[in-house]
């Protein structure tokens, strides 16, 4: 298994530190490090080059965490497969250690002296990757985002409920489904909870701001969130 998954956790950590907010910013024109809140992602990337861009940003953040992903799990193809009653433990965690490099690459990049963004899109394209078991929990974390955007309007505050959610959720899952041990999807348990922890430690500025009413929302002057 090594001999398959060290090398796709280094491609792993090189392709989610491509910053493609700052090169599609650099490509109009902006530096986003001295752009709104100075931060590597696709919202700021929106404040300063167009919504359309900052979709793009998004779409491309999402495949840096969903190509490895995807791509590991090919080339192991001749591993254990996936269903839950013959995959085992070893082969979870150094799956899920691709799609941590590709979320560490994004947030540590080697291209910008290991400042990058908060991880949230390469964080949701890891979980659609990591099938079957992330995929459910990331799609219902998306709609919790979706649902807390539209409601209160923080970005940030909608990126912090939906880490929460997808914990949550995976647990509830592994509960209910007795083809899915414990004894043997720990790992994913333990990435479930340490992923989410590292994003919403990203946004302890934002939650700073949250707590003293000074957090900006979607779609105003000053919008810090991401």
């Given at each position: 298994?090594?001999?398959?998954?060290?090398?796709?956790?280094?491609?792993?950590?090189?392709?989610?530190?491509?910053?493609?907010?700052?090169?599609?910013?650099?490509?109009?024109g902006q530096d986003l490090r001295?752009?709104?809140?100075?931060?590597?992602?696709?919202?700021?990337?929106?404040?300063?080059?167009?919504?359309?861009?900052?979709?793009?940003?998004?779409?491309?953040?999402?495949?840096?965490?969903?190509?490895?992903?995807?791509?590991?799990?090919?080339?192991?193809?001749?591993?254990?497969?996936?269903?839950?009653?013959?995959?085992?433990?070893?082969?979870?965690?150094?799956?899920?250690?691709?799609?941590?490099?590709?979320?560490?690459?994004?947030?540590?990049?080697?291209?910008?002296?290991?400042?990058?963004?908060?991880?949230?899109?390469?964080?949701?394209?890891?979980?659609?990757?990591?099938?079957?078991?992330?995929?459910?929990?990331?799609?219902?974390?998306?709609?919790?985002?979706?649902?807390?955007?539209?409601?209160?309007?923080?970005?940030s505050l909608a990126s912090i409920?939906?880490?929460?959610?997808?914990?949550?959720?995976?647990?509830?899952?592994?509960?209910?489904?007795?083809?899915?041990?414990?004894?043997?999807?720990?790992?994913?348990?333990?990435?479930?909870?340490?992923?989410?922890?590292?994003?919403?430690?990203?946004?302890?500025?934002?939650?700073?701001?949250?707590?003293?009413g000074t957090e900006s929302r979607?779609?105003?002057?000053?919008?810090?969130?991401?």
């Amino acid at each position: 298994m090594l001999g398959v998954f060290v090398p796709a956790i280094v491609v792993a950590y090189l392709v989610g530190a491509i910053p493609f907010a700052q090169i599609i910013a650099r490509m109009h024109g902006q530096d986003l490090r001295t752009v709104g809140s100075g931060n590597i992602g696709a919202t700021n990337l929106a404040r300063a080059c167009g919504r359309r861009r900052g979709y793009t940003c998004f779409a491309l953040d999402v495949l840096k965490g969903l190509v490895p992903m995807v791509a590991a799990r090919a080339a192991a193809g001749s591993l254990p497969e996936t269903d839950a009653a013959t995959v085992g433990p070893g082969f979870l965690a150094l799956w899920l250690a691709v799609g941590v490099a590709a979320i560490l690459g994004h947030v540590f990049p080697v291209y910008l002296r290991f400042k990058g963004g908060k991880g949230v899109s390469t964080s949701f394209g890891v979980g659609l990757g990591l099938w079957p078991y992330f995929t459910v929990a990331a799609l219902i974390a998306l709609l919790v985002w979706l649902l807390c955007a539209a409601t209160w309007r923080y970005v940030s505050l909608a990126s912090i409920c939906a880490s929460i959610t997808f914990p949550v959720t995976l647990a509830i899952a592994v509960a209910a489904k007795p083809d899915w041990p414990l004894a043997t999807l720990w790992p994913l348990l333990i990435a479930a909870t340490a992923i989410p922890l590292l994003v919403i430690v990203l946004h302890r500025q934002n939650i700073r701001r949250l707590l003293a009413g000074t957090e900006s929302r979607i779609g105003g002057k000053k919008d810090r969130s991401i």
